[in-house]
């Protein structure tokens, strides 16, 4: 667990949000669950036993307020704590056929919730830094609660991905339809 998946770039913070979502949508995640989005997002493999499947979904829910607030000052406030209580040690690493990119290493003695919160912490911190606001959020759509890194540079992200974006177009396409008169110039869709 000494390397992690790179400071605040958004591959990095794709995977917080990923584990926040998997942890808040299963709350009892298991191992093979949890390696599966570690892997996913390019982290190490390695075999995490149902202990230390708990002790990442626990390290995750300081992430999922964070991930859960829209407060610049309570965001940064939260993520200093992270930082104060789990160090992270950054470094420029190289991995085989990508750029350099910024990780950190926990020391030799901490455990997974070290490795994470610290790696998150960072990631977190140098994106709030470089977008000077909570850059991430849930997502707008009725009945979806995922988290999402806003990695857009025009408006501000509402959705968690294109699906939610379409499934609230449509259904507001529709309702509009609903009530508008046939054949009126309000049944065009609405941007948005």
Do not use: K
């Not at 350099?100 to 997974?112: F, I, K, N, Q, Y």
């Amino acid at each position: 667990m000494a390397e992690d998946f790179g400071g605040g770039n958004p591959r990095g913070l794709h995977f917080i949000a990923e584990l926040a979502n998997t942890v808040q949508d299963d709350p009892e995640a298991s191992a093979a669950d949890l390696r599966a989005v570690l892997e996913h997002h390019g982290g190490p493999p390695f075999e995490l036993t149902e202990a230390d499947a708990r002790e990442l979904r626990e390290a995750t829910a300081p992430l999922i307020r964070i991930l859960s607030t829209t407060e610049e000052d309570r965001a940064a406030e939260a993520i200093n704590s992270l930082l104060d209580r789990y160090p992270p040690r950054p470094r420029l690493v190289q991995l085989p056929g990508r750029p350099w990119s910024l990780h950190t290493r926990a020391p030799r003695d901490a455990g997974l919730t070290h490795w994470l919160l610290s790696t998150a912490a960072l990631a977190l911190a140098l994106w709030l830094s470089e977008r000077e606001s909570c850059a991430w959020g849930r997502c707008a759509a009725p009945g979806c609660r995922r988290f999402f890194i806003d990695a857009g540079r025009r408006t501000p992200q509402r959705y968690c991905g294109p699906r939610c974006a379409t499934r609230v177009r449509v259904a507001q396409h529709r309702a509009q339809r609903a009530g508008a008169p046939s054949g009126s110039a309000d049944e065009q869709a609405p941007q948005v």
